[in-house]
């Protein structure tokens, strides 16, 4: 046994002064001795990260004109604005592009990028908000589970940094994986037609 396991010791050593040499950085050493990443480990890399396209809105080139949610804050909640409830100082937008069914906008109704900014009220309001657009996800898609997240800044990763807005989305067991949810490549089972619909009709009670 002692000389079995003597052997086997022997054989790591050996395997682990080969790995020394051709260590992980070594073995991914591509042609002229350049660093690449390994495209069969992550082949989606290139789909999430290569978007030169989006550089205009990293580098604010574009910029729509005015605040889409003040403007959908004017109007009387519909499907045109995508407001589906809206309270004394806040409402719920759908997400016009959502990563689940139901994926939903939570913002107050004042212009305002701060969190700390808003009156008592004002955060009070926007929280009932929350638990009642969540009660109503849970009614009508009967989720596993919610992802409520607010990006809170641009180097955040708000997309309107200027006006808050928390993401409330519907997750049920292996819907999505990561890479699919950031590269935007999930295919949704309704329309926002139709998640309009189903939520009016809870919302309005
Ligand atoms: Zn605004």
Redesign the pocket.
Known sequence: MASTAAKASAKNKKKTKKAIKKSPVRRSLGEGGKFQIGKNIWPLERDVLVRPDRMKYVRKLIKPEG?V??RAAKEVPSVDTLCVYKTEHSMVVLNKFPYNSGHVLVLPLK?CGDLLKLTEAEFNDLQHTIRKVMKALMDVYEPGGINLGLNHGAVAGAGIP??LHYHVIPRWAGDVNFFPLIAETKVLVESLEQTYEKLWSILKK
Do not use: I, L, N, T
């Open positions: 605040c949610f003040c212009h200027e006006h």
